[in-house]
């Protein structure tokens, strides 16, 4: 059997949903999906041992997050990407915006914060690396959005039309490092956009929508770019293996048309989630005031109605 430098099988059978989906777990993320979902679990465990709540939705879009991250990373649509630009596009797709819409509408950073154990006095425990962590000046430049929209971008266009892409798909750390880089560049970008996580760069509403309306138009043109090339655009999959049976431009414009589809899917998305989030936020700030006024005799209606009484008799 023929081996590409990364230790891939190059004579796969022609692709199939049925073969693409076989398991063929990758070691690096099995063992990373594992370890999310066992911490996860120890930490929803450990609340409601305690008599708290946390919420089931959460826990089950957490789940289907690691979950989406498997089904690309440990079954032979890992193994296909290797040698199919249009499978590997999938694999990017998915990892860079779907699973991370996924986590981070499950809130960990949240369920960390809660399940931790506080340290004693002037001790720094995991609790209080994590809030120190989430307050460093580090945190606020890899949330914000000059830096979020850019890394978003970069990944696109500074990885795939420079010799980069080919360095990395030569070896098995290399492609690891590359997935790796899309997950977290995804989480970057949505975290300050929807994530229910703590955060210190959290712009109000509109803005977040413009945030993440200003990635997007990128996405797609990149998508529209492969669609329309004349002639494979990157090294790696100019020759896929015989056995596949594909041509590789035909391959290639059917990459850019799942890069394309993919940026429109995730937009909505996370526009409902920010409609949805926008629209409790309200009706918690409305009983915020419903409650006051109840504690305090509606005061502020009864001086805006004062001050109309004031207006009422100069005009007189």
């Not at 190059?10 to 949903?17: A, E, N």
């Not at 850019?150 to 990395?168: N, R, V």
Request: charged share 15%; aromatic share 10%; hydrophobic share 50%.
């Amino acid at each position: 059997m023929d081996h590409s430098g990364h230790g891939m099988p190059m004579d796969l059978p022609p692709f199939t949903l049925g073969r693409g989906l076989e398991f063929s777990p990758d070691p690096f993320f099995l063992i990373g999906c594992l370890a999310a979902l066992g911490l996860y679990g120890w930490g929803v465990a450990r609340l409601r041992k305690r008599g708290d709540a946390w919420p089931v939705g959460r826990t089950v879009l957490f789940t289907i997050g690691v979950l989406s991250i498997a089904l690309v990373m440990c079954t032979q649509l890992n193994d296909y990407g290797m040698v199919m630009f249009s499978v590997h596009m999938v694999q990017h797709m998915v990892i860079s915006m779907v699973s991370p819409i996924l986590l981070l509408l499950g809130a960990p950073v949240t369920l960390a914060l809660r399940a931790l154990p506080v340290a004693g006095r002037d001790a720094l425990g995991p609790r209080e690396l994590l809030l120190k962590l989430l307050h460093s000046r580090y945190m606020r430049i890899v949330t914000h959005p000059a830096f979020t929209i850019s890394m978003f971008i970069a990944s696109l266009y500074g990885l795939y039309f420079t010799p980069l892409f080919d360095t990395l798909m030569a070896s098995k750390p290399g492609h690891i490092a590359m997935m790796v880089h899309f997950l977290a560049v995804g989480l970057v970008f949505f975290w300050p956009i929807m994530g229910v996580d703590p955060g210190p760069h959290r712009p109000g509403y509109v803005m977040r929508m413009l945030e993440l309306f200003a990635g997007m138009p990128f996405h797609a043109f990149f998508g529209i770019a492969m669609m329309m090339a004349t002639q494979p655009m990157v090294e790696a999959y100019k020759n896929p293996p015989a056995s596949l049976g594909i041509d590789a431009l035909a391959d290639q414009n059917a990459a850019g048309g799942i890069a394309w589809a993919f940026s429109e899917i995730p937009s909505v998305l996370v526009l409902i989630a920010l409609v949805y989030q926008w629209y409790h936020s309200e009706q918690r700030h409305a009983a915020r005031k419903d409650r006051q006024a109840d504690r305090d005799g509606d005061k502020e209606l009864a001086e805006y109605n004062a001050y109309l009484a004031s207006l009422q008799a100069r005009g007189r």
